[in-house]
């Protein structure tokens, strides 16, 4: 959905622990790190690296 409303994505590459692909998305300056929900019904969440600020979003209408 993101990809499809313009916005650039990466995914990463390997399954790694969470903090490790937070590491390699800062060394990248990748501005934000997508969540996707790991149980049903929960919502995706989204987190500003520059400010450390993690909110729910929906990738339909989130903005950036």
């Excluded at 990248?28 to 520059?50: C, M, S």
Aim: glycine share 8%; proline share 8%; net charge negative.
């Amino acid at each position: 959905q993101l990809r499809e409303r313009g916005f650039n994505t990466e995914v990463y590459h390997q399954a790694a622990k969470i903090g490790k692909q937070i590491q390699y998305a800062v060394k990248k300056d990748i501005p934000f790190v997508w969540f996707p929900p790991f149980d049903d019904g929960r919502p995706h969440e989204v987190k500003n690296l520059a400010t450390g600020e993690q909110v729910e979003a929906d990738p339909a209408s989130w903005n950036g």
